[in-house]
């Protein structure tokens, strides 16, 4: 697998891989964090209006995925993930660049996000791309084992 053989879109995400990709995600979080943690959105949630939800494919296979949420002032970034056959191929970066862009694009002044402090790896690459540590915001709780982090996009 390389960099150049992977492809971002938007897409919907009752895609029965894609699903599974979601599952693969919470599994692994169900691992770091009890469920009282995890504000993780499911299929539905990521099927409204206000959401963006991108897929990053190699060849047909999904990789990788992320959120585009749409919120009062700010979006956040949601459902991050990119399965183990596919890191190292900088497709957090990817995926992180794209939702960026789509957020420029609708001038929408700010990304957010909340990550848990067991993501060492997630957290190095949000600060690497501009993100610095915030309070709480929405409706999360502060507090661990839970990070917020902003960037200002204008």
Do not use: W
């Not at 990789?63 to 957090?92: H, N, T, W």
């Amino acid at each position: 697998m390389t960099e150049d053989s992977l492809k971002i879109a938007p897409e919907s995400p009752d895609q029965p891989e894609v699903i599974a990709l979601l599952e693969a995600s919470d599994a692994y979080m169900a691992t770091l964090y009890p469920p009282e943690n995890n504000y993780l959105l499911d299929v539905a949630d990521l099927m409204v209006p206000d959401i963006i939800f991108l897929v990053a494919r190699h060849t047909s296979v999904a990789v990788g995925c992320a959120a585009l949420a749409r919120r009062d002032g700010y979006a956040e970034i949601k459902r991050m993930f990119v399965s183990p056959q596919a890191r190292g191929l900088k497709l957090g970066r990817r995926l992180l660049d794209a939702l960026e862009t789509l957020a420029r694009a609708e001038a929408i002044p700010a990304l957010m996000l909340e990550a848990g402090d067991e993501q060492p790896e997630a957290m190095g690459l949000y600060a690497s791309a501009g993100f610095i540590r915030r309070a709480a915001f929405g409706d999360y709780p502060p507090g661990p084992p839970s990070v917020f982090m902003e960037k200002r996009l204008r």
